[in-house]
């Protein structure tokens, strides 16, 4: 091969043409020419993400960001996915960054199963990420507290903050001392179980009786248990109408012979008003009154003439009366 200008010219060229789709395919500009569905999705704000940005899925770049657009109070991020198999409708985007001073990107999470696949403009849901410069802003302002704190803790006011207490405990310190002889003391009386903490701690009447009363507690709700399904027993056997009290409350046949026996006794009373019959008679005729009147005066004569005759009158009345 002859090495003149044309050659040399056509090799540099080719490098050229080489170099730029290199650079073209790290920066995404063949995105444009791939074949992909386009999705949108609206944030309050976008930080630093740029056009060009790319769009990962669990770490794994299946587009870039195509435009970014202002849209009322939101901004609309167009995005160009080149793998759109996994993006499902409610997927949700946020824009994160890799590492303080990484490059920003756009995170899609996974969808359910059940929802549909993304078609092209369709609209996702995204979540916002706090601010890096919020929290910057928050990490400074504790940075100065925490400044201004060790500067206050000079070795004047950590004087002033812990001599009162110094003095406090110079002062108090026969005091002091017996208080925690006093509390070791006690201590030891608890390990031996003395007093009424130390039995309570040392002792196991105390968890004897508390168990036993659980237990019955138990056995008596287990009681009541059995009572409540007899009672529904008893009342589901009632509603079948079984046994005598389901007999009374489903059968008619009580009712029926109960309203007969109230309309004879009805019927009676009637009768007995209208004087029919010897107890109606007896109720509201009354010459029966009279005559058991007139009985009763004729009686009481007689026994007033039998007063007057005296024993042997009497006697001899009877025996006369006999033979």
Known sequence: MKNTLETRLGIFFALALIAAFLIMEMLGSFDFFRRGVRIHAQFNTVQELKEGDPVKMAGVQIGRVEKIDLKETKVDVVMKLNKPDNVRTDSKAMIKFAGLMGQNFVSISFGSA?????ENDSIIESAEQPDLNALMAKLENVATG????????????????????????????????AILSNMKTISAQIAEGKGTV???INEDTLYTSALAAVTNLNNTADDIKRAIAQAQTVVAEINEGKGTLGKLAKDD?????TTTAMTNLREIFQKINQGQGTVGKI???????????LSLQKLDKATEGLEDQGPLSVLGIAVNSLF
């Not at 059940?114 to 993304?118: D, H, I, M, Q």
């Not at 925490?146 to 026969?174: M, Y």
């Open 253 to 257: 046949t009580l009712y029926k012979e």
């Open 146 to 177: 925490v400044e201004n704190l060790t500067k206050s803790l000079s070795g004047d006011s950590i004087q002033n903050l812990l001599g009162p207490f110094t003095d406090f405990l110079k002062e108090n310190s026969p005091r002091l001392t």
């Open 283 to 293: 109720v509201n005729d009354e010459s029966l009154y009279k005559n058991a009147k």
């Open 198 to 200: 130390g039995r309570l």
């Open 114 to 118: 059940k929802a549909l696949k993304v």
